[in-house]
């Protein structure tokens, strides 16, 4: 079965700089049973950095210098750094401004060149920049996209997409980012396709190599039967494979490099599927279709699969059999968000009491009344479509079947129509066999003389009595059933009784903190509304009780077992809110030690930087689970801090991390108290446990995100929220079939805000096949990239980033080259062939290998690469998606009487523009950059100043001004916002002044500043990788 992919051909005349790899890794982290080569695969003997005459790789160790994926030196590669000469870069939101050029940073040039393709049999197939298909079967979905030419921006002045013989190339006028350039004058080199082009300066040749040799690293020699020409973009990388034997005499022409608007861009993978699928409505009647974007706006309606908000996974089809899935490397992953926010216009899940006899389960394997179940014998009896295990029907359950063996109150019971359900749990679903309590939420601030002085402590408790009116609750019920206890602390703890009919509240002082208890119950755990005056006074009081304290010292652990000692002994589930700001070094259990060691960045031991370092917080971590205790932390540190072991708690316990470096209380309290007071509101669910299902022939067998496990199937959350993922990879153990599909059924029991213990499900059908063509279709990149991100953050405690950094290129190589092997078109070797469902794979992963967790940066501190780390590990596929592909928006284009967002430009600096105004958003952080020529109007619209020079880059809020620039802009801000798990601080960063540098960190097509290859780099990397495995 042949399928038609998205076509490249790139020059490999000379490695891209900076980028050369180790003898790659297969398959998983650190597991040898996986390095191996795979069946038909020629596993390179050395690194892939430099060619060697005559084509063959170097044995033995990597030399020195190339084998580091990710250091972009100039000559890292022994190679001359490159000038790219080639028109300017066309900016896609601007048209008229002059392109940006910072200038005290060093200058990136912005890879472009004019487009050259091949010429012969494939000039009458060929439509440049369209990724779609003409040959093989029709594909499922939406419609390919257009070309790049007809989104991207204004239309570009016409260049040649092949050149005709004589025709001259001219270089672009000099800037500040590609230099001088060749003169227009010099003479044309007469290139071995018989084109002339311009003599690039210093141009080395290279002798032809002898007949019968390849012809450089990793090329076979081109096979005779070729069959069909493969209709597609041939991108323009001149310096690819000869055309033909006619064609091999004379030296070859020196590299050029890829025209950066010609390559497959995000920004329009995302505006296509939002222009064919963006405001439908997706039915889930269908097994195994692939859903819209994540990015794409639609409505969803249940019809018997769950819907892509609870449930996304990597490809929608799986390989019938495991050597298939070998074959592919295709990861099989869900990532599951059992408790997603949905819209309004979108049917709650209903909820399905049976009363004491329960949810109708299948005797063999447990699997939950679900749409997948087959009834039988007139409606007596079913048969399970996980296990095909045959079940009575319960008499109460019992209903008549029509003409197709549909029971007749089919439409009546969302248990049998519907993807996504609750149940009522019975008591035999409750610990002890006793309903649960509601749960409860302590607040516990650390009252540190550091935090006293710098106003945090008077702020926390201000906000408190606000937060405290909107706790949770049950649509029906007037009043949150959550009771608020509170706790401060230094060195010792200060517990507080709030009980309702105290006049003041009392504070009971615990000094023993290496053996925590509780010193009084009835009291300290209370109902917001009973005892609202208390609370409001102790809230007062607390700011002034600690305002003449000393004591910079404080404890961590015991703060968490005074909370968890509480919940347990008031038998409920709940949440410890900790407000805390420095390493804890008092005496006490879980003492830690200042151990930020920048010499283990880049060594083998740079892993121990993310490791807790100490078991304490691990251990803890399991009590909290085993009582329903969750940990969400606010920390507020001045200097490291040592995130990994103090994450470590909020992080299995199904809690948050949310991080505030050197706070400032008139810069910094707007974004703490947003997420503070997002964070009480939250859906969320206590004492959770899931468990996967899966039909025969596939299991579940690894899980990422906030859990805890103790066996090998259990999942287990202290509590799980609307934002947290899981991320669930599946094996093979058997075949599946084409006709029965790939069924998965995931159940988390939970207890609910009100004190209900209930089940949630969640079911999806996936299609599966014998044809690797299905599997690649039905491919979505989106989770691919957050499964990577999660199993590579993991990896990180275990093994050298190094290694982990070739693993994803080996990996994304091997899914890649499979494809052109298995499902492309024969085509030359010079060509880069991506399947369509992953035309931007390669972008996204190169953003995921220079995230500063994989690879290190100097303004990066150690505690903020394991707080992104932790991050990532719960992140969604649509969080996952912004923070390694930010959203970059052109506010000075703005319509102001449009209600929509502008569209998005690439992020890279050549879509930068002096005259522009740039709005950068990751859902972590926010940034509006300022060209030094930013319109007058546009300036004063927004900031109330007359010019540029005017503009203060101190602030974290824009002024609320009446203008429309302001209004729409502020508005922008809040949509983008809207979503997203955490505040994002805005920054305003001025042209060419220092702030700049950390902004385009975020540049994430560009080269790193210290390290990452440019997207253009990563794709030559890439394609020389797959040309070594099919050789």
Known sequence: MNQQGYVATPPYSQSPPGIGLSPPHYGHYGDASHTASQPGMMKPAGPLGTASPGGMLPSGPPPPGTHQFGHNGAHASGHPPQRFPGPPPINNAAPSYTSYSPSPQPAYPSPVSTSVTQLNSQLSAMQINTYGSSMGPPSQGPPGPPSTAQIQGPPRPTQPSILQPGLQVLPPPPTALNGPGPSPLSPPVHRPDGLAGPAPPNAQYQHPPPPGQPMGAGYSPQQANFGPPMPGTQLSYPGGFPGGPAQMAGPPQPPKKLDPDSIPSPIQVIENDRATRGGQVYMTNTRGQVPPLVTTDFMVQDQGNASPRYIRCTTYCFPCTSDMAKQAQIPLAAVIKPFATIPSNETPLYLVNHGETGPVRCNRCKAYMCPFMQFIEGGRRYQCGFCNCVNDVPPFYFQHLDHMGRRLDHHEKPELSLGSYEYVATLDYCRKNKPPNPPAYIFMIDVSYSNIKNGLVKLICEELKTVLEKLPKEEQEETSAIRVGFITYNKVLHFFNVKSNLAQPQMMVVTDVGEVFVPLLDGFLVNYQESQSVIHNLLDQIPEMFADS????????????????????????????????????????????????????????????????????????????????????????????????????????????????????????????????????????????????????????????????????????????????????????????????????????????????????????????????????????????????????????????????????????????????????????????????????????????????????????????????????????????????PQLLPIHTLDVKSTSLPAAVRCSESRLSEEGIFLLANGLNMFLWLGVSSPPEVIQGIFNVPSFAHISTDMTLLPELGSPYSQKLRMIMSIIQQKRPYSMKLTIVKQREQPEMIFRQFLVEDKGLYGGSSYVDFLCCVHKEICQLLS
């Open 550 to 885: 000393n004591e910079n010292e404080t404890v961590f652990a015991p703060v968490i077992q005074a909370g968890m000692e509480a919940l347990k002994a008031a038998e409920c589930p709940g949440k410890l809110f900790i407000f805390h700001s420095s390493l804890p070094t008092a005496e006490a259990p879980g003492k830690l030690k200042n151990r930020d060691d920048r010499k283990l960045v880049n060594t083998d031991k740079e892993k121990i930087l993310f490791q807790p370092q100490t078991n304490v917080y691990e251990s803890l971590a399991k009590d909290c689970v085993a009582h329903g205790c969750s940990v969400t932390l606010f920390l507020f540190p001045s200097q490291y801090a040592d995130v990994a072991s103090l994450g470590l708690v909020p992080q299995l316990t199904g809690g948050t991390l949310y991080k505030y470096n050197n706070f400032q209380m008139h810069l910094d309290s707007h974004q703490f108290l947003n997420d503070l007071r997002k964070d009480i509101e939250k859906k969320i669910g206590f004492d959770a446990i899931m468990r996967v299902r899966t039909s025969t022939g596939f299991r579940a067998t690894d899980f990422f995100g906030g859990i805890f496990m103790n066996n090998t199937t259990d999942v287990e959350m202290a509590a799980i929220d609307c934002d947290k993922a899981i991320t669930v990879e599946f094996k093979h153990d058997d075949k599946l079939g084409e006709d029965s599909g790939a069924l998965i059924q995931c159940a988390v029991l939970y207890t609910t805000i009100s004190g209900q213990r209930r089940l949630r499900i969640h079911n999806l059908g996936l299609n599966c096949s014998s044809q690797l063509a299905d599997l690649y279709k039905s491919c979505e990149t989106d989770a691919l990239i957050n499964f990577f991100a999660k199993s590579a953050f993991k990896a990180v405690l275990h093994q050298p980033l190094k290694v982990i950094r070739e693993i994803l290129v080996n990996q994304t190589a091997h899914m890649l080259a499979c494809y052109r092997k298995n499902c492309a078109n024969p085509s030359a070797v010079s060509q880069l062939i991506l399947p369509e469902s992953m035309k931007v794979l390669p972008v996204y992963i190169n953003c995921l290998l220079k995230s500063c967790v994989l690879l290190s940066r100097p303004e990066i501190s150690t505690d903020e690469r394991a707080f992104q780390r932790q991050l990532v590990m719960t992140m969604g596929v649509a969080d996952s998606q912004l923070f390694f592909y």
